[in-house]
């Protein structure tokens, strides 16, 4: 079979906006598909509120269920996420609005010791800081930063993934608030 050569560019115009359409698609919808297969996956089975966390500085562990009757935020991040230092300091204001009420599990990955603990040394944010690479890889978090609240009973609450914007800062205060 031949395509006469009068059709053949139009055919190849065709060809490519067909090809760039499905790209976009699965561009599009597959970090969708994973955002949502996470967030449908750590609701369903939550197990991140017993899974036991290494904390960097005292080598000490801690959980989740660990802080029952408070707002805990599970707060995964990494240095080399661009957007991690505007995060801390989004995440630190939420924690100073709610010094009381709202305990901040700053989960690391990709980062070695020497690295995490010369990053804590050098900024004073108000966080347990803990190993997070394993639990990042085992439970398929779909993207750097990601945010869990769990609520006083140890429910998540509210699931952010990227950084938080103002409407997200507003729905996470008016949620502690409103506890």
Do not use: C
């Not at 089975?45 to 080598?59: A, G, I, N």
Request: net charge negative; glycine share 6%.
């Amino acid at each position: 079979m031949r395509i006469d050569q009068k059709y053949f560019k139009p055919f190849l115009i065709v060809l490519a906006i067909v090809g760039a359409l499905i790209i976009s698609y699965f561009t599009i919808s597959t970090p969708l598909d994973r955002e949502a297969a996470f967030r449908e996956q750590i609701v369903k089975q939550d197990s991140l509120k017993t899974t036991s966390w290494l904390e960097v500085k005292t080598s000490d562990s801690l959980r989740i269920s660990d802080f029952r009757g408070q707002f805990v935020m599970l707060y995964f991040w990494s240095q080399w996420s661009g957007s991690s230092d505007e995060g801390h300091l989004k995440v630190a204001e939420l924690k100073h609005s709610f010094t009381n009420d709202l305990e901040v599990i700053s989960a690391m990955v990709g980062l070695r010791k020497e690295e995490a603990l010369a990053f804590i040394s050098e900024n004073n944010f108000p966080f347990h800081y803990v190993a997070g690479s394993q639990q990042f890889s085992a439970f398929g978090v779909p993207g750097l930063p990601a945010h869990l609240l769990y609520n006083p009973d140890g429910k998540i609450q509210y699931i952010s993934l990227g950084i938080l914007n103002k409407a997200e800062v507003d729905s996470l205060s008016t949620i502690i608030n409103d506890g």
